[in-house]
């Protein structure tokens, strides 16, 4: 419950909203009571011929009730669905602010997209909260209380009959089904997580299914967990359906009593006749709404599991970082890095994904670190963008450790380009304006043409995630966007893997053009326009293996050597 | 649309059962209205004792127990058959794509099938667990109910006849004039609710680039824009139900002021028939607002059933398999005698390939990426069918061959191998049919190279897939391939190499392993490295589809000019 509290936290900025619609539900209720029972009432007078004015008062009555439950009701859709949104908005920012400080060392713990999809859909389930678990109980609660007071007037037994039935409906048999249903929603998640599986590895893996003759053996594992899956919902739906069903049930129990303990009271003269009527139309209309509470428990489960994995997320150790903020070592000058006997493990993990790592780069040099996929290339860049801290070892900018410096202070001052750069939907003009404040349209425009994207205009449109760029069009607008930046320190992680050979050529001219007098590291798994680099640092499975200059390298005829043969004996144009 | 009714109609005994529980619902409505309105009447007029209307409170309790098993009886019918339909669903797009998924997989298309697979056939659901028991409901119980009706008091039946048409034609208009707005509004709807999910996808991105603040208030912003569309689409929904109600209130308001006005001054009815009246006429209103709501949720499966409709009339080649068996153990002969093959939209990927593979040759592919490499490995495989010509195993068309025979002998390195949930010695004893031995699995791993490496694991061999840390690198996985195909044993090997990417042990594994198993089998390789082709007993030059040259590599080198400078770019360094 005490993920709950911070959504109610959130949910109670919209007080005007919560009140309108609570105060519109609550007429509608009492309105419709009235409407009915006075219409049972209505009937029952009319037997009695009384005279037409008292009859004529009573259906102006009616009408009355009628319009002003029909108009709540519509009051309390609107306001209840306005403020549900309005909320949905506030927790999207609340999340968004508690999520922003973990990015991106987070994102490596989930690697796919799958959990930022799962943020987006838990946050809109918690829509269900507002709307089916926080006020339709309080709107139920007070229109049983007016009417349970306005029924002691004719009939006390009636009334209490009708309070039993109140908690009966709306407390105890939800309360009870609600504590069945956790077993089965497990149920079904776990038998849906396997038939998602199933379908998954049916999928990518067919070919190697059918080579190795397992597609009938496969098949039957689906169909078996299909029909598990299938089998788990229709216990769910039947739960459910079941629920609603006991609580009509209650609900038209209630009524029989009623009738029954007021039929009783009548012959014995402790009621008035002409009540029974309006009893009976009170008691079946009252607990119209009651059948909505039966799923109220599965509404309060989906919204409480919902906030606990939006906890989990946000309140991960592992990646609160220390922030020790010290500005003054990183102003607009080319850095000198050193890192020293750097190790790193990811979190949870007990393989070393970097050994012993040591280099630097002095201010103003040019380094491009190569090695195969999966040798810890870009994780050395994401150490020295301080997104994560290393296990062992050091990394000091102009002589200052890293730990005193602050991510923003790293990041203000370097042109990154990561290996997926992420494009907004939205222009050109846009996307490329992330870079850096106050650029003006002919800067802009001459970048494009450096990277020769110059047959964009800064009004095209980009996609989401850049869909309508095809990867090296991503790539170039990427670099475009480091470009602009104009810091003095650039970490490049293959910027350019997707772009052909002779484009790669030009664009890593006019970078070592713009980048003179910065510090530069290329991560690059083509070894090809590196002669020009002030030193190569090779990897393999975490370990620096050789280090030097394009010469030194291929003189030594090591490791570097044997790449560059590999790559020299690639053929066709890949 | 056609398919959900087909489907549908499969039920019939189901669709019966629903029927006539509606009418027994029905029945047990019209006695509930009758039992109240008799106990009322006799305890407030006829002046009866308590004791005389026990057996009728009993009565009306009885009925009321029936009313709500029927209901629940008539959903749970809904639900079976929701059940029964996707299972079915799930059963013929299963059908459809293991005949031919490997278009699909081929297309990168096979995330979008699992969704379909497992979202679509979920959002098929509530068309029939709810919007058909519902409209079953709402056509029989209301006809049953106006017969009561027109039965106790015509006048009343008259007024809800008068009225009762409003609420169709009332909706119908508001319907019209909406609709294209409506639309028009879930298209922003969608790229409002985009907007979030964007941002954080694009969270390190700003970071990086010190904008994150700034994209709070975008994330404001468009929800609120997202709310205001929503409201307005809303808001049309809720004035719907608004004038329902307006409308059923003004039938039940003229029903009781006619009822009043009979019962007072023209005292020609009884109060017996004018609360019955009372009680009906609200229940048929009901029924129709119901039907109004569960058109709401039916109408979001229309998306996913048109989806699967998609899906499934979507036409496939099927690859077909005969009963001649393949005795011999020893590597087979292969024709390709005029083959051709060509995917749905953009002409044909492969054309007139006539070639014959020798036992035990070692054949390269070559040729620029979109030539029709991989689709001819793919078709030698069986994975594939040609659509013009033939491919012919030992002099045997392909077709009539033992499929399980065919695949007994063939192994497939892919260049991104698929590993299966399950322990790494699983996915390396899936090479072997009959069940390998721990000892035979890992002498398979140590002749791919991987047994360190496995052996360094926590649990060794049996490490889960999925567990291993962050997971296992394309060179590992490739290697596991390899495994695979050291327990194996096959007489074909087809293997795709590896373009670029891979250290330099996985290489020279890769290149040790091919060549041992090459001792015993056919190698047909997609070949990317110049000594692979330069090894070649033949090579296969492919240049749009089409088989070029063939020829050893001292053949091609004199005869074909392309060949000629695709050799000799490489030899002068790659492209500067």
Known sequence: ?????????????????????????????????????????????????????????????????????????????????????????????????????????????????????????????????????????????????????????????????????????????????????????????????????????????????????????????????????????????????????????????????????????????????????????????????????????????????????????????????????????????????????????????????????????????????????????????????????????MIAYNQQSIEKLSQETIWENV???????????????????????????????????????????????????????????????????????????????????????????????????????????????????????????????????????????????????????????????? | MDRLKQLMMEQKSKLISMFILAVLSGFAIIGQAYLFVIIVDRIFLKGYGFSQVIPLLIGLLAVLLTRTLFTYLNLRTGIKMASTIKGKLRRSLLNKYSNSPLQASLHGQSGQKVSVMMDTVDGIDSYFSSYIPQVIQSTVIPLMLLVVIFMEHWTTGIIILITAPFIPVFMMIIGFKTRDKSEEQFDQMAAFSGTFLDTLQGLTTLKLFGKSQQQKEKIRNSSLRFRDTTMEVLKIAFTNSL????????????????????????????????????????????????????????????????????????????????????????????????????YNTDGFALRNITHEIQPYEQVAIVGKSGSGKSTMLNMIAGLISPMNGEIRINGKKREQLREHDWFDHLSYISQDPYLFSGTIADNIAIGSSKGASRTEIIKAAEKAGIDILIQSLDHGYDTQIGEAGRGISVGERQRIAVARAFLKRPSVILFDEPTTGLDLQTEQILQASIKELGKNSTIITVAHRLHTIKNADKILLLEDGELRASGSHEDLLNSDAVYRKMVTVQQGGMAQ
């Open chain 1, 1 to 393: 419950m005490k993920g709950l509290g911070s959504v109610i936290t959130v949910l109670l900025k919209e007080k005007r909203d919560i009140i309108l619609s609570i105060i519109c539900g609550v007429l509608a209720g009492i309105t419709s009571v009235g409407l009915f029972s006075s219409s049972g009432y209505l009937i029952s007078q009319a037997a009695l011929a009384p005279p037409i004015y008292t009859l004529m008062v009573l259906v102006a009555v009616v009408k009355l009730l009628g319009i002003i439950s029909a108009v709540s009701r519509y009051g309390e859709r609107y306001f209840s669905h306005r403020g549900t949104f309005t909320m949905l908005s506030n927790l999207r920012v609340s999340f968004y602010e508690k999520m922003e400080p973990l990015v991106p060392a987070i994102f490596q713990k989930y690697r796919s997209g799958d959990l930022l999809a799962r943020i987006v859909g838990d946050i809109e389930t918690l829509q269900n909260y507002f709307l089916r678990v926080f006020y339709p109980p309080i709107v139920i609660v007070l229109v049983f209380l007016v009417t349970i007071f306005f029924t002691s007037i004719f009939s006390l037994e009636a009334a209490l009959i009708i309070l039993a039935g109140l908690l009966l409906t709306t407390f105890i048999v939800p309360a009870l089904f609600g504590w069945r249903q956790q077993n089965i929603d497990r149920r079904v998640r776990e038998s849906r997580g396997e038939l998602s599986t199933e379908v998954t590895e049916f999928l990518y893996g067919f070919r190697d299914l059918k080579i190795y003759q397992q597609v009938n053996k496969k098949e039957s594992e689906l169909l078996h967990s299909s029909d598990a899956y299938l089998e788990e919902q229709e216990r769910e739906n039947f739960q459910k359906i079941f629920s609603e069903s006991v609580n009509t049930f209650v609900s038209l129990l209630v009524s029989v009593s009623v009738l029954a303990v007021g039929a009783y009271l009548v012959t014995t003269g402790q009621l008035n006749g002409v009540f029974l009527a309006l009893l009976v139309m009170i008691s079946l209309t009252v607990f119209e709404n009651t059948t909505a509470m039966a799923i109220y428990p599965s509404y309060l489960q989906d919204s409480r599991q919902a906030v606990s994995r939006l906890d989990t997320v946000v309140n991960d150790q592992e990646y609160h970082l220390p922030d020790n903020n010290n500005d003054t070592v990183m102003k607009g000058i080319a850095p000198s890095v050193e890192v020293k006997n750097m190790c790193f493990s990811f979190p949870g993990e007990k393989r070393n994904t970097l050994k012993d790592i040591s280099f630097s780069l002095p201010e103003g040099s040019k380094t491009a670190i190569v090695g195969a996929s999966g040798s810890g290339k870009s994780t050395i860049m994401q150490l020295l963008l301080k997104i994560y801290p290393p296990s062992d070892g």
């Open chain 1, 415 to 574: 042109n990154v380009v990561l290996q997926s750069n992420h494009f907004f939907y939205g222009t050109v003009r846009e996307n490329l304006e992330l870079a850096k404040g106050g650029l003006n349209e002919e800067e802009m425009q001459h970048i494009l043409r450096n990277v020769q994207l110059d047959h964009l205009s800064l009004d095209d449109q980009v996609m989401e995630k850049g869909g309508n760029l095809s990867g090296g069009e991503k790539q170039r607008l990427a670099l475009a966007r480091a470009m602009l930046r104009r810091a003095p320190f650039w970490l490049l992680d293959e910027p350019t893997s997707s772009v052909d050979a002779v484009t790669e050529k030009e664009l890593y001219d006019r970078l070592l053009e713009l980048a003179q007098d910065d510090t530069v590291v290329l991560i690059s798994h083509r070894l090809t326009g590196l002669e020009k680099m002030d030193q190569i640092i090779v990897m393999e499975q975490g370990l620096i293996i050789e280090q030097g200059t394009y010469d030194e390298l291929m003189g030594r005829k090591g490791y570097f050597y044997q790449m560059k043969e590999i790559e020299q004996s690639v053929f066709g144009g890949e």
């Open chain 2, 243 to 342: 004038a329902l109600e307006f409308i059923s209130m003004l039938s039940v308001g003229l029903v009781a002021l006619e009822i009043a006005v009979r019962l007072i001054i023209f005292q020609d009815i009884t109060f017996f028939t004018g609360f019955l009246m009372l009680i009906i006429a609200p229940e048929f209103f009901t029924k129709l607002k119901d039907l109004g709501s569960a058109f709401h949720t039916g109408r979001t499966s229309m998306g996913a059933a048109k989806k699967l409709e998609e899906e499934l009339t979507e036409t496939i080649q099927n690859v077909e398999w005969g009963s001649v068996p393949i005795v011999s153990t020893e590597p087979p002969h292969i024709e390709l005698n005029q083959a051709g093959f060509s």
